[in-house]
């Protein structure tokens, strides 16, 4: 069984002792075994003792950093253990020559906007004829000919304000209504759930960045900036459409999560029930597999990001032009 993420939801202390980590919190002391975790999310406050950070670091486990209201605050990383300078020279080289950042900044956009158009032709085929509007247009907004990375940014604003809209009209609930999309802070709980699990597909994609050649500092679409991770930006706003706002439509049209799985006084903060079923329902998406139609063969939705990065460093090289990821249901 390969190794899995590990989500610690409730405060406690994360203790090394021999080769074994543990747990320790009010309801007791739990053995983790470290060869099954992949990363590490501390989605509540813990305490880490450097001799559980060092067992991490060996294993090369990543730890992302979140408050107890699910907001992201950092990650923690061992020592780089997929070392290439040649890629990453060649990565930096993409990012200075500005017709090649356009033509990757472009391509996420492209395929920001592919996979929205199938999210709303899925919905739009099982019931909802009001999106055909929306739907028009997303495809009426041109990539073409532009001719900076703000213009590029500019037209992904642009199919975002489009497609935020749709929300209201696939939800139909006055509980998780979305006015506008505003963060920092979340003013209610349908900006609440978007930010959260905006954040944990961004840390999913800095994972998988982790474990390829890549630099993940120097990104195409989102300017470098100090202390974050803007090529795991570039990658998050590719997969949203289908991720996030997918898995956002299954916890409230079924009715998984409603406005009591948020703290009735705060109402943008997730009780501990409802954040165990975000988890839930987003470590299940994650790991859901399809056949891939040019490797003909099922992977997961998890691995899906890994390759993307893959077929970067391809195109670095020159082994083989980058198209971004297209949703093939």
Excluded at 148 to 153: E, K, L, S
Excluded at 311 to 322: D, M, R, S
Aim: glycine content about 4%; hydrophobic content about 35%; proline content about 6%.
């Amino acid at each position: 069984m390969p190794p899995k993420p590990l989500y610690i939801s409730s405060p406690g202390i994360l203790k090394r002792e021999g080769n074994t980590l543990y747990f320790i919190n009010k309801q007791g002391k739990k053995a983790l075994p470290i060869n099954m975790i992949s990363t590490i999310y501390a989605l509540s406050k813990i305490s880490l003792k450097s001799g559980a950070l060092d067992l991490c670091f060996e294993h090369n486990i990543p730890i992302h950093i979140f408050n107890k209201y699910g907001f992201y605050k950092g990650s923690v990383f061992p020592k780089d253990f997929l070392i290439s300078g040649d890629v990453v020279l060649r990565q930096a080289e993409h990012h200075l020559d500005l017709n090649e950042r356009l033509y990757i900044a472009t391509q996420f956009v492209k395929g920001c906007k592919h996979n929205m158009l199938k999210v709303l032709t899925y919905y739009h085929t099982r019931g909802h004829p009001q999106l055909q509007p929306f739907i028009s247009q997303i495809r009426a907004q041109t990539l073409d000919n532009l001719t900076t990375i703000n213009q590029v940014r500019a037209a992904e604003g642009q199919l975002w304000r489009i497609f935020y809209q749709t929300y209201n009209v696939i939800l139909q609930n006055p509980d998780f209504y979305l006015v506008s999309r505003q963060y920092n802070p979340p003013p209610d709980p349908i900006n609440s759930l978007i930010s959260y699990l905006n954040a944990l597909l961004y840390t999913t994609a800095l994972s998988e960045i982790y474990y390829t050649y890549l630099h993940p500092s120097i990104s195409f679409l989102h300017e470098p900036h100090y202390r974050r991770f803007s090529l795991a930006l570039d990658l998050a706003d590719l997969f949203k459409p289908i991720y996030v706002t997918r898995i956002i439509f299954t916890l409230i049209n079924k009715k998984i999560l409603t406005i009591n799985d948020f703290h009735p006084k705060i109402k943008v903060h997730l009780t501990t029930t409802g954040n165990k079923k975000v988890l839930e329902q987003y470590e299940s998406f994650l790991t859901t597999t399809f056949k891939h139609p040019q490797l003909k063969r099922k992977v997961s939705y998890r691995r899906i990001i890994r390759l993307e990065c893959y077929k970067l460093i391809k195109h670095f090289f020159g082994e083989k032009k980058y198209r971004p990821f297209y949703a093939p249901w």
